[in-house]
T-cell receptor, first 115, second 114 residues
């Protein structure tokens, strides 16, 4: 899991509530990503950020929001507008230059369950 | 956009046999192809990768081949061991404006029987 931490590991939410998933990295990486993983499916991109104070929508951004106020932190908020939020959420990061510029590192994930 | 397809979805082999997982991609601009291993309840771990200017790469029991013309790449695991059992994902990455966007296959669940 390298230097990426996600918390909490498990999260339970009632319908209609917003929840925020934490992602922190100490790898000094510029780019950070949020993916959603559902059973039997590949990872789908929710949001990504190339630098601090900048982020872009991915393929399934509806019902989610992010912020990037610090280089090491990229929290994801799952809002009540997300119709089917139960999933495994993965945060990732990568550097922007150098020999490992293409390599993406993942955190351990947060499993969100809506009750 | 890019579309990555991965086969098979499940693969069962006997310990010591080889396992092959195949992926195809659609966008010829993809230039980086990583493979990840994911154990239950954990994040994916990079196991091997290949760039578009290389046809084959090997790391001990693991190898990846890339055919740019046909737009497919494969993961080969030789002398499989029970600890190789996991879900494996392929991905294709397009690097534009100094930024990589990744597209993932749907995963292959590998079961190595002792």
């Amino acid at each position: 899991d390298g230097g990426i931490t996600q918390s909490p590991k498990y999260l339970f939410r009632k319908e209609g509530q917003n929840v925020t998933l934490s992602c922190e990295q100490n790898l000094n990486h510029d780019a950070m990503y949020w993916y959603r993983q559902d059973p039997g499916q590949g990872l789908r991109l929710i949001y990504y950020s190339q630098i601090v104070n900048d982020f872009q929508k991915g393929d399934i951004a509806e019902g989610y929001s992010v912020s990037r106020e610090k280089k090491e932190s990229f929290p994801l908020t799952v809002t009540s507008a997300q119709k089917n939020p139960t999933a495994f959420y993965l945060c990732a990061s990568k550097t922007s230059g150098g020999i490992t510029r293409d390599t993406q590192y993942f955190g351990p994930g947060t499993r969100l369950t809506v009750l | 956009g890019e579309n990555v397809e991965q086969h098979p979805s499940t693969l069962s082999v006997q310990e010591g046999d080889s396992a092959v997982i195949k992926c195809t991609y659609s966008d010829s601009a993809s230039n980086y192809f990583p493979w990840y291993k994911q154990e239950l309840g954990k994040g994916p771990q990079l196991i091997i990768d290949i760039r578009s200017n290389v046809g084959e790469k090997k790391d001990q029991r693991i190898a990846v081949t890339l055919n740019k013309t046909a737009k497919h790449f494969s993961l080969h695991i030789t002398e499989t061991q029970p600890e190789d059992s996991a879900v494996y994902f392929c991905a294709a990455s397009i690097r534009t404006h100094n930024f990589n966007k990744f597209y993932f296959g749907s995963g292959t669940k590998l079961n190595v029987k002792p």
